[in-house]
Structure formats: C-alpha cells, structure tokens
C-alpha cells in the first residue's frame, strides 16, 4: 500500500508543473507594449481606439482598430470611462483574471496544498510507518514462501520444528490431549547458521502469514515507539488468526537487566520487552500464533524471557558439520550449472562456515564463472572463490609494491606456514601468498583447521605459535627494530586464545578452574594479574617460536624465497619444498 502511495505524490508534482508552465506561456502573450498617456490621447483624438480593457489596477489596456494592442496608465477617473464610452469605444471591465490566468493559478494552488498535505501525513504517520514496515506478509508473496526443503542440514532443530508446524495446522489434536504448545521459540546459534530460514519454513509449512521484526530496529528509536510496535505487530497477526511473528536479534531487547555492567537500564528496551511478555500472555493457545526468536547467544537473554509460557523452547541451530555442508552446497549448486565439482571435498575444505559463508562461496563462483563466460561453475572458479570469502579479494594493481616490503611479506608468511606444518599438520596449510587482497592484509596463509568440537592444550599452544610465527620471522631475518605492523591481526587472534585459555577454559595459574566472567563485580580485582599471566605465557610461547624458526632456518628461507619467485604457493608445492 506504501508502494502506491508513494506514486500518487507525482500527481500533484506534475499538475503543479503543468500550470506553472500554463502561466508562463499566457504572461507571454500577453506581455504588451507600454505607451504613455499622452499617446494614448493622441489614439483618442484620431478615433484609432476600438476597446478598453479596465480593471482595479494603474493600467489599461487599449485595443486599436487595426488589432494591435498597448497598456498605459489608468488614470482611474469615473470621467474617463464616461467619456471613452460617449466617444463610442468599448470600455470591458476587468477586475476578474482572465480565465487562462484563474485556471492554472487555482490548479497551482490545488497541487501546492494536496502535496504539503501529503508531505505532512507523511511525516506524521513517521512513527505508525516505522511501525508497519517491517512487517513483511511472506505467505501472500508466493516465491518467498518456504518450506524445510530450502533449509539443508539442521536436522534436530527442523525436527523440533515439524511440531510447531503440526500445531499450526491442527491445533484440535493438541488441545484434545490437553498439550499445551510453546508460545514462544528460541532459535539460538551463530550468525547465518539459517535461522530466518527455518523460521520462513515453518510459516511456509504451515501455510500461514511470517511477519519479521528485528529487535536492533528498537534500539535507537523514541521510547514508546518500539512497545507500539510490538502491539501492532501483534494486532495485524491475530487479525490474520494464524501467523507466524519473528523477531531476529531478540537479545538487543530481551538482553539480561541488572548484571554488572551491561545492566545499564534503558527504558526503551525495557518497554518493548514488558510490551512483548504482555502480548505473548495476552493470546491463548487457540488462537494459532507462535512466536519466534533468533539469537546469537542464548545465555545474554533476560530470565523473565526464558520462563514457561513465553519463550519455553530452546532450539539449537548449530554450524553444519561435513555432512550437512555437503546438502548445503548441493542445495545452492542446484540451480547453478556446474561441472566436474567435488562437492564432498569442497565440504571437507570448508570448516567452519556457516551456511550464509557456504551460501555466498558458491555465489561468489558463480559470479566468477559468469565473468569467465565460463560455460559452468569449475572448481577453479570455486578455489578462487574460497580464497576471496576467506581473505578478500587480491588487488590487482601492485607494480606500486616495493621489494623490500614483498620480501617481508614472504618472510613474514613463510614463518606462518613454516610453523603451521611442524606444530599443527592437523591443520593442511592449503596456500600461502604475498599478493595483497582488498581486505588490506599484506599476505596470508589459509589453513584448513580440523573438524573437532574441542580442543586440547597443546592444540591452543601451538596455535597461538603459528600466529606468532609471522612476527619472530620477522625479527629472525630483519632485526628487532625492522618488525613490521603486518602482525596486527596475528596478535589479535594469539591474544584472543591466551586470555581464553585462562578466563574461560580453567588452564590458568591465576583463576584456576574459575570463569572470570562468572565472578561479576569481583571481576575488577582480578582483571590486572590475568594480564599478566597472558602476557607471560604468550611471550614464553613467542620465544619458542623464535627458537623453533632458527632451527629451521633454511627452511624458512627456501619458503619465502619460493614465494617472492611465486607469489603464491599451494599445499603440495610446499610438501615438495619440505623433501
Ligand atoms: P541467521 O538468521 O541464522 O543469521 P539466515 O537464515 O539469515 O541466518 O541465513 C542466511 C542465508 O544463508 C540464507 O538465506 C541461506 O541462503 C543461507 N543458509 C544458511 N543456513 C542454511 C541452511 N541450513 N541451508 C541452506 N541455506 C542456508
Ligand atoms: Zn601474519
């Protein structure tokens, strides 16, 4: 309906136009010459004059005899227009515009109100838009209508959800047995792990209305503003019966009030979280709506959320395995021409991604066979393709790289790969570059990590050396005072690990088997030797790496040297080198 209204704005737009363009052309014609009174007499004495034209203003306009018009002065005297008249000229009065004048004015004037008044209803109706345009009725748009066939993978969450369908469809058999179904569902898992997707399915399913809200919509609007939208959400949803209501990012309203330090109290939020509980208690079991929530983090979200009778249940929607990366791929390839794909070993390479990642990795070689006018998708365009959604894209223009920066690129890759092959060969360095991408590393090294839910000590050590591994190059080969901010990210990602390893997985001396995070407002006193202690055992983990470099020195070199001639070195090139 918006769509609609949005064009009748042009109406009012193009008559406005139209009259304007009227006026002018009739101001034109009937610009005339002006002529002095005295000349005007001079007309009047030769009986040259035909008509007067008089109306309330200083002017006249005087039509000759031969057709030729003029104005001048009106002296606005009775006397005159006595006096033309006993001469016998026509005297027409005038005090109303010509009709080619009136028309457009008032169609001018017409447009110009109608479109303040359709600017202001706009701007008015500012709050009641925001509060309808999120909602999108996908059963009534026919292609996006989904069912669980376009969600691979996620077998126990679809399963769960197959109930909630079931229910939508005959909540007569429920109510017989007197089983009370969830009001509320929580999808909770990483992003683009198909969340949206299963909650469209089960709409799709079922064969109801899907209204989707986001909860960050409510973060930085006026307060009040995010409850009316939630009560309008609700009113259009039970005016359709049955439906489906998602609310994406639930955490941004629904996130834990009163804990340390995220327990900063926004009225907002608070407000359109009561207005959701009220709602979600407000409509009963029969009246065929389920709610759906998607998060990231299920442990961030307020109790009050949690309890029976709202969002009672918690459904996992977790990162495909190989498996289901496989039926993830193959779904996205089947419309997609594509030749000769191991689509098996793609699932193998692609750990951790989640089905967004692998979604947009076929997109990506897709887009790549197209500019090949490739005649299908090879895995070629899928090697290339991998490297680009995992790294960015390489830049094309580097004549402007200097040799001195390349060289500690292959220097600083090389130690990453170097390390990579003796600490974790779990871990296949499938390719090493100096080519930089768009993302803005210099380099990098790609590893295919090992499919595993957990891992072990000596698993974390060694990895925090690998990405260690590009810096002691660097200092082994240039020096302590060449070293470069090409480590930037590594010492993100090593930090990241160590402060782990002793806040939350109990490896520490510090903590013991405590979880820093679950101390609350104790937290501050501990926060100073955990440093410490991070520091302490990544510079210890660092000084082996250094070690474990010079006694592979030429190795090292061999590498880096190998890829400043290549640029770009695949796993079995390396394998060859390491003989
Ligand atoms: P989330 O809501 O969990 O962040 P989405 O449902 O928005 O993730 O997923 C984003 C996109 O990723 C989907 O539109 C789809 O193309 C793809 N995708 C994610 N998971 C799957 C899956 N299990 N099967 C097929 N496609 C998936
Ligand atoms: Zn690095």
């Known amino acids: 309906m918006n769509k609609i209204k949005k064009y009748y704005i042009v109406i009012p737009i193009i008559t406005a136009i139209l009259s304007l363009i009227v006026l002018v052309f009739a101001s034109f014609n009937t610009t005339i010459?002006?002529?002095?009174?005295?000349?005007?007499?001079?007309?009047?004495?030769?009986?040259?004059?035909?008509?007067?034209?008089?109306?309330?203003?200083?002017?006249?306009?005087v039509l000759l005899n031969n057709g030729d018009r003029y104005s001048t002065d009106n002296p606005q005297t009775n006397t005159l227009k006595e006096s033309l008249l006993l001469t016998g000229i026509e005297v027409k009065d005038q005090t109303i515009p010509p009709l080619a004048k009136t028309i457009p004015i008032v169609i001018l004037a017409l447009s110009m109100l109608s479109l303040t008044a359709m600017l202001v209803t706009k701007s008015k109706s500012g709050g009641s838009s925001i509060t309808y345009m999120d909602m999108h009725d996908f059963s009534k748009d026919k292609n996006?209508?989904?069912?669980?066939?376009?969600?691979?993978?996620?077998?126990?969450?679809?399963?769960?959800?197959?109930?909630?369908?079931?229910?939508?469809?005959?909540?007569?058999?429920?109510?017989?047995?007197?089983?009370?179904?969830?009001?509320?569902?929580?999808?909770?898992?990483?992003?683009?792990?198909?969340?949206?997707?299963?909650?469209k399915a089960v709409a799709g399913e079922a064969g109801v209305p899907f209204y989707a809200l986001s909860g960050s919509d409510f973060v930085q609007v006026y307060v009040g503003v995010g409850a009316a939208r939630v009560r309008n959400l609700f009113k259009k949803a039970k005016s359709d019966g049955k439906a489906v209501i998602f609310i994406d990012e639930i955490d941004a309203i629904g996130k834990a009030r009163g804990n340390g330090k995220n327990g900063s109290s926004n009225d907002e939020k608070d407000q359109t979280l009561n207005a959701l509980l009220t709602e979600m208690s407000g409509f009963g079991q029969e009246e065929g709506i389920v709610v759906i929530a998607a998060t990231n983090r299920l442990d961030m979200l307020d109790d009050a959320l949690l309890r029976p009778g709202r969002f009672d249940r918690h459904i996992e929607v977790s990162l495909p395995d190989v498996n289901a990366r496989e039926k993830i791929l193959s779904l996205h390839l089947k419309n997609k021409p594509h030749e000769n794909l191991n689509i098996k070993d793609i699932a193998k390479k692609t750990v951790y991604f989640s089905g967004a990642k692998l979604e947009s990795l076929i997109n990506?070689?897709?887009?790549?066979?197209?500019?090949?006018?490739?005649?299908?998708?090879?895995?070629?365009?899928?090697?290339?393709?991998?490297s680009i959604t995992l790294a960015g894209y390489e830049k094309k223009e580097r004549s402007y790289l200097k040799e001195e920066d390349k060289l500690l690129t292959a220097y600083h890759?090389?130690?990453?790969?170097?390390?990579?092959?003796?600490?974790?060969?779990?871990?296949?360095?499938?390719?090493?570059?100096?080519?930089?991408?768009?993302?803005?590393?210099?380099?990098?090294?790609l590893t295919i990590p090992e499919d595993t839910n957990y891992h072990r000590i000596d698993y974390l050590k060694n990895k925090i050396k690998v990405s260690l591994a590009g810096r002691a190059a660097e200092e082994i080969i240039f020096g302590k005072d060449k070293i470069?901010?090409?480590?930037?990210?590594?010492?993100?990602?090593?930090?990241d690990i160590a402060l782990k390893m002793v806040t939350e997985y109990g490896m520490g001396e510090t903590l013991g088997l405590i979880k820093l995070s679950s101390v609350g407002s104790l937290y501050s006193s501990y926060g100073n030797p955990v440093i410490e202690e991070c520091k302490n055992l990544v510079n210890e983990l660092y000084d082996e790496t250094i070690e474990l470099l010079n006694e592979n020195r030429a190795f090292l070199e061999k590498i880096a040297l190998e890829l400043l001639e290549k640029e770009t070195l695949y796993e079995d090139e390396l394998n060859k080198l390491a003989i």
């Open 413 to 445: 890759e090389a130690g990453h790969g170097l390390v990579g092959m003796l600490l974790l060969p779990q871990d296949k360095v499938s390719k090493i570059t100096i080519i930089p991408t768009t993302k803005g590393a210099g380099g990098y090294t």
């Open 364 to 386: 990506e070689s897709a887009i790549l066979a197209a500019k090949d006018n490739s005649d299908s998708i090879t895995s070629n365009h899928i090697e290339c393709a991998y």
């Open 33 to 61: 010459v002006n002529k002095s009174y005295s000349l005007f007499t001079e007309d009047l004495n030769s009986n040259n004059i035909s008509t007067v034209i008089m109306d309330n203003s200083s002017k006249m306009t």
């Open 144 to 199: 996006s209508a989904l069912d669980f066939d376009a969600v691979a993978g996620n077998e126990e969450a679809k399963e769960s959800l197959m109930d909630i369908v079931d229910f939508l469809k005959n909540p007569e058999k429920y109510q017989k047995y007197g089983a009370r179904m969830p009001k509320g569902v929580i999808l909770y898992g990483s992003p683009g792990t198909g969340k949206t997707l299963l909650a």
């Open 484 to 495: 470069s901010t090409g480590a930037h990210g590594d010492i993100s990602q090593s930090t």
